[in-house]
């Protein structure tokens, strides 16, 4: 005995068929790809963040040093031409695959905690500096922000160890061949041991 089949009972089976298909494909992980590249991409966002919030407050740690050292002109100019340059370099979530970016990015944010360093040290030679109330509150900001800095750089590169990893390795190799083919690795940070204190701060 044969069955026939209705029209709609054939478009019934076919959606019940792409349902259950869809479902065994994100059972076996065809959404890692993405979801881990927008993890990473967050990530990124919030290491951004942190390094404009330290940008921000330099104006006013350097004009309050100023009004206590201003022979120091050489290492203040130091600061602001750094600040400035790490301003600039901006890298798009969609070139963190770019290495060279990266790096250029770290390089110019290593080079404005070099500048930060070096003015947090000169302060030591100025007693009413290091008592006045505005340069205290902008040091701490400023120490709790390099904190802030050092989690997101380590979230960042958590988010993208994950991403990779999902990317070199079976099944994610496959999905992201076969389904993403744009996917490519994101550039982590390399910087090295001393950018990655935070500038020392001495009371």
Known sequence: MRLS????????????TLTGLALSLAGCGVNNVPTLEEQAKARWSDVQNQYQRRADLIPNLV????GFARQEEKVLTEVVEARAKATQVNIDASKLSDPEAVKRFQEAQAQLSGALGRLLAVSENYPD???????????????????????ARRDYIQAVQAYN????????????AWLYPEAKPMATFETAQENQAAPKVTF
Do not use: C, D, H, Y
């Open 5 to 16: 089949l209705t029209a709609p009972a054939i478009r019934m089976l076919a959606a019940l």
């Open 63 to 66: 004009e309050t040093v100023k």
């Open 129 to 151: 500096l290091k008592s006045n109330q505005n340069f205290l509150a902008l040091q701490s900001q400023l120490e709790g922000t390099e904190n802030r800095i050092a989690v």
């Open 165 to 176: 990893t999902e990317l070199r390795t079976i099944p994610g190799r496959w999905i992201a």
